[in-house]
């Protein structure tokens, strides 16, 4: 598989001590996913505002669309990144990791800026065109996760490859953060220089018609982050384990990496590279024997983690009023609400989902993947039944607090767990020609679970209530930490060493 000249290089990224490439890499892969989770969260800031500017019937409840809508405005951009991962995954295995990952952040750009601009003023034109730009927006958002972890993953030293990765998927936290800020300043903003009565003052007048632009500022200014990363994306060069082990070319590896890190890596040029009998692909026996049940795993664990992740995420704002941490709709103007709901979630994100991506990253690469998985899904099961079992007892007056901490515990475990975790292992475990393809498959199963988060939770409140569906979402955890005892470990080893390249490499030497 593998020749001597390629092995050579691999090693010497393998030792590289950790550099400043290692964190413009993290930087400019993590922009990216800074600006997926702003996209991706950021809807949930603004639904209840589109509810009152488009969905106003004259009724009682401000700000609530009708069910299929509010699916299609949080479901759709799931439906796209579903179909990125997949694509993406497999043309970053066929065409290089680099080349394709310009296309994935120009298109994020283009959706997001389009995606605040709607044809005409009629409810169904503007749901409409939101759908289908924030579908396209999640296209380029699903690329950038093979992308994103593969190229970190074959960037950096073994020593700190996890924290490495993490630190990427960690940038996901300061987006949330970020939506939430955007939210916070442009609804003060609007509300300094429009104010508005309450609705059960005045139903009509509580919406502002300047209220419009407040969702599309909030929509489009995803753009920024993703346009200021562009540059940096096209000056960096392939991955060396691309070049070396997919491309057959060890000079040009040794070359590349010696332009961006301090690591001199002597090749001889060697006409006659040895191709070994073992470039078996993804839909053959061999794969199955090998990564099959690796593949089995890494996908079921993302897919039961996404369900309660996403659910809790998208609907934190129902959770909130619920339980009266937030007031209720007629209590507010459409920008106060915007406020509220941008507040609470800014504040969840900073005391749980923020510190509990670091902790993965300072923690993973001494406890290993496995146990923060094993853990993260165990406290979050733990956590959900403890809000679901006294139900009750968390919804009368002066236990909200009590919630609140619990449910932030939730968010904690599932960033210092299972969230970050999933990422991470799908780039270390399989072969270097198949790796961004299986990430992207264990990616998608994730986000069919994000889906059945999104769409199931929505349906299920209604029919079944908060204290069931919480229930629900302990079960997905627990059977979460049932599945991951079948993913391995990969702390402190090589990628060649994890995904078997090596002992290919060992075998055709023999031969």
């Known amino acids: 598989m593998a020749n001597k000249e390629q092995l050579k290089v691999l090693n010497a990224l393998d030792v590289a001590k950790t550099q400043m490439y290692h964190f413009t890499a993290i930087v400019i892969a993590g922009m990216g996913f800074f600006t ?27 700000g609530s669309l009708p069910q299929n809508v509010s699916a299609a405005i949080n479901g759709v951009a799931f439906c796209g990144t579903l179909a990125g991962q997949l694509f993406f995954g497999w043309l970053g295995d066929k065409m290089g990791r680099k080349r394709v990952y310009g296309m994935t952040l120009m298109l994020m ?13 009629d409810p169904k034109a503007v749901v409409s065109t939101l759908c289908f730009f924030r579908f396209w927006l999640g296209f380029g958002i699903g690329g950038d996760y093979p992308l994103s972890a593969t190229i970190m993953s074959e960037y950096a030293n073994k ?19 970020a939506g939430g800020a955007v939210g916070i300043i442009v609804s003060s903003a609007f509300k300094a220089f429009f104010p508005a009565p309450a609705f059960h003052d005045n139903p009509v007048l509580s919406t502002v018609p300047q209220a419009d632009y407040v969702w599309r500022i909030v929509l489009m200014f995803g753009a ?35 332009k961006v890190m301090q690591v001199v890596i002597e090749t001889e040029v060697d006409q006659n590279q040895r191709q070994g009998g073992n470039e078996f692909g993804l839909f053959t026996e061999s794969f199955v ?21 996403y659910s809790q995420n998208l609907f934190q704002k129902d959770v909130f009023s619920a339980i009266g941490w937030i007031p209720e709709a007629k209590t507010m103007s459409a920008l106060e609400e915007v ?20 902790f993965t990253v300072a923690f993973i690469d001494r406890i290993g993947r496995f146990t923060i998985q094993l853990m993260g899904f165990f406290f979050m099961t733990v956590f959900m039944f403890a809000l679901a079992i006294p139900y009750h007892h968390w919804t009368l007056s002066g236990n909200q607090i009590g919630f609140v901490v619990m449910y932030s515990l939730t968010f904690f475990f599932a960033n210092f767990g299972p969230n970050a975790t999933t990422f991470v292992v799908p780039a270390e475990i399989f072969p270097a020609r198949l790796r961004s393809t299986c ?10 679970g994000a889906m059945v988060g999104a769409f199931g939770f929505l349906y299920a409140q209604n029919s079944i209530g908060l204290r069931m569906v919480l229930l629900l979402l302990g079960g997905a955890n ?34």
Request: aromatic share 12%.
């Open 36 to 62: 997926d989770s702003y996209d991706l969260f950021c809807i949930s800031l603004v639904t209840k505002l589109l509810g009152r500017i488009y969905y106003y019937d004259g009724g009682n409840s401000p």
């Open 289 to 309: 024997r090998r990564h099959g049940l690796h593949l089995f795993a890494t996908a079921i664990t993302w897919f039961l983690l996404d369900i309660a992740y």
């Open 109 to 121: 750009v283009i959706a997001s800026l389009a995606s605040g601009l709607s044809l005409g003023k």
């Open 339 to 358: 406020y509220k709901i941008a507040r609470a979630q800014t504040l969840i994100a900073l005391c749980s989902t923020v510190p509990g991506y670091w």
């Open 478 to 511: 627990f059977l979460g930490m049932l599945f991951t005892l079948l993913v391995p470990e990969s702390k402190g080893k090589s990628l060649e060493e994890i995904s078997g390249e090596a002992d290919e490499e060992a075998n055709t030497n023999r031969v």
């Open 439 to 448: 990430h992207g498959i264990s990616a998608a199963a994730g986000k069919v």
């Open 224 to 258: 920024i982050p993703a346009a200021l990363t562009y540059y940096w994306r096209m000056k960096m060069p392939e991955t060396a384990r691309y070049t070396a082990l997919v491309a057959k070319n060890a000079q040009q590896a040794a070359a590349d990496m010696s």
């Open 159 to 177: 020593k700190t490859r996890g924290a490495f990765i993490a630190a990427v998927f960690a940038m996901q936290g300061f987006g949330i953060l």
